[in-house]
């Protein structure tokens, strides 16, 4: 028996690191520059009142994830490839959307790594995008790119949390009204909740986690009780830090400072670092912006990337040169465009909250009806009608809100 066990140790240690890779995966995509800016501008916008959203779209996903990342084990098959599957020709549709979702997310994602390093540094922010952008496409060059990716994630993921958790201290948030608002809010701004949902689950982000695991070898039954507590610790990651980076803005706007929002180029959370901690508070911001534009980018092109299998099957180096061609179109496109960064990260989250409800009713289904593709087992019934009612809540939310999503192109 004494003989098996470091074979079992090794193989329980990989397990831990897979899970470990894919929930940081998930953590840093869900945190990524959109959501930062989503959250300055929309706290500046309705107050104590956000943290409602900030709760939907935990809840949100919490739901999302747990029956993606559930789905796709129990399969063993890429999203694109189970719908596929379930229904010909979804696959296809889901990739193309969910690739240029991914496309919108990273082209917002290297200009927010240009605006971290501009707070960062002082660096112009289209050099910055660029230096960003050329870090990114150095990781997937690497012979060690997997491992360079997950331990990247990783550390960056931790940095962010903890420079955060500071700032929020600093600035001395009213939480007792925030606490309120998060369940009795003053007012419900849908916009506000599909924007911060697709900024968080929306697109790509969706599956980021899930085919980390798939790329680990987790999958299978017998892993799926790891696979939910990796999930749910994914969650509870990403839930925290959307509070805490609220907390710290609405202190900010709370103490009777206004974030300015009248132009796209303007920074809103950026003004309030500085304004909770001056010059420090900035460069703290450029740190957190950057961490979480870097990371974004590599977690944009790795799942947007992943689902091009299902048009033609690829090898690692042909996915890591896929992946390093997405990321240099993300960034002429970004250098071409020059639109305002701010408002396309805003309207990024937005766009990829309206791409969500598609491959969440493509799951959803798979569950209900086809235990064929899930290996003959019988999918929690509870979990499903969760999905069902996400499902119909962003399909709803998604129809009131695609007028100002799109309005934000234009500020």
């Known amino acids: 028996m004494a003989e098996h066990s470091p074979a079992v140790s090794a193989s329980s240690a990989a397990m831990r690191g897979g899970l470990t890779a894919a929930i940081f995966l998930m953590a840093t995509s869900a945190i990524g520059p959109g959501f930062i800016t989503q959250t300055a501008t929309f706290t500046a916008q309705l107050g104590a009142a956000f943290a409602f959203a900030i709760l939907a779209s935990v809840l949100i996903d919490f739901v999302v994830q747990m029956n993606i990342w559930r789905i796709t084990a129990l399969t063993g098959r890429r999203a694109s490839e189970t719908a596929n ?20 997310f990273n082209i917002g994602n290297i ?22 952008a050329l870090i990114a496409i150095g990781i997937f060059l690497s012979r060690s790119a997997g491992i360079l990716l997950d331990r990247i994630i990783v550390v960056l993921g931790f940095l ?14 009213p939480v007792g009204e925030a ?38 070898g987790l999958t299978g039954v017998e892993n799926l009780p790891a696979i939910t507590r990796g999930a749910l610790s994914g969650i509870a990651v990403t839930g925290v830090m959307r509070f805490v980076l609220f907390l710290a803005i609405l202190g900010v706007t709370a103490s009777g400072v206004t974030l300015d929002l009248s132009s796209g180029t303007a920074n809103p959370a950026a003004q309030a670092f ?17 961490a979480a534009a870097i990371t974004s980018i590599i977690g944009a092109a790795y799942t947007s990337v992943s689902f091009m299998t299902v048009f033609r099957p690829m090898d690692d180096r042909a996915r890591n040169i896929a992946t390093v061609v997405f990321i240099t179109i993300s960034l002429a496109v970004y250098l071409v465009l020059g639109t305002a960064p701010a408002a396309l990260l805003v309207f990024a989250g937005g766009f990829n909250g309206l791409i969500l ?10 569950g209900f009806a086809r235990s064929d593709l899930l290996g003959g087992y019988r999918y929690s019934r509870p979990l499903l009608a969760l999905s069902a009612l996400v499902c119909a809540l962003t399909w709803y939310m998604g129809i009131k809100s695609v007028g100002a999503i799109f309005a934000f192109l234009g500020t």
């Not at 200009?111 to 960003?132: E, H, R, W």
């Not at 924007?195 to 085919?211: E, K, L, M, Q, S």
């Not at 500085?274 to 950057?290: K, V």
């Open 111 to 132: 200009a927010g790594s240009g605006l971290g390093l501009n707070a960062m540094i002082g660096l112009d922010p289209k050099i910055g995008g660029v230096l960003s």
């Open 357 to 366: 409800p598609v491959g969440l009713t493509i799951f959803t289904w798979i």
């Open 85 to 104: 599957a379930a229904l010909p020709g979804a696959g296809y549709l889901l990739s193309v959307l969910v690739m240029f979702g991914g496309l919108v």
């Open 274 to 290: 500085l304004a909770a901690a001056g010059d420090w508070g900035l460069r703290i911001f450029g740190i957190i912006f950057w």
């Open 160 to 173: 962010m949390v903890a420079m955060t958790v500071f700032v929020a201290f600093v600035t001395n948030p």
């Open 179 to 216: 606490l309120r608002q998060t369940v009795l809010p003053d007012t419900i701004d849908f916009a506000a909740i599909t924007t911060i949902v697709g900024g968080t689950v929306g697109g790509y982000i969706t599956y980021a986690g899930a085919h980390r695991l798939l790329d680990k």
